[in-house]
């Protein structure tokens, strides 16, 4: 129903910058909430920002250096990686909870990326 399709990962040094970008597509109403989350090796995975409604969520280990973003005529979502560190890297996993349609309304679904790869390294 709803698919999700995400970009930009790739190999940066430390203090570059990487932009991953998640496209959605299917019979979306709305969406209640847009993000990033990232699973580096060996660890859980873990919020790395979200837009919930106009409200923007950030983890301390990336406030001031991560900047999510929106555009929801193109039904995607963006987070702005600068000043990267060895240790933001993970597999970033786009999510989202997006209102659809169904045979008693609409429900709210939420689905996550294939994910991407972001490697810091020198």
């Known amino acids: 129903q709803v698919q999700l399709v995400e970009s930009g990962g790739g190999l940066v040094q430390p203090g570059g910058s990487l932009r991953l970008s998640c496209k959605a597509s299917?019979?979306?109403?709305?969406?209640?909430?847009m993000g990033w989350y990232r699973q580096a090796p060996g660890k859980e995975r873990e919020l790395v920002a979200e837009?919930?409604?106009?409200?923007?969520i950030y983890a301390d280990s990336v406030k001031g250096r991560f900047t999510i973003s929106r555009d929801n005529a193109e039904k995607s979502v963006y987070v702005q990686m600068n000043s990267l560190k060895p240790e933001d890297t993970a597999v970033y996993y786009c999510n989202v909870r997006a209102v659809v349609p169904n045979d008693q309304g609409y429900r709210v679904l939420e689905v996550w990326g294939q994910g991407t790869l972001v490697t810091v390294s020198s």
């Open positions: 299917g019979s979306i109403v709305s969406f209640n909430a």
């Open positions: 837009i919930i409604s106009l409200s923007t």
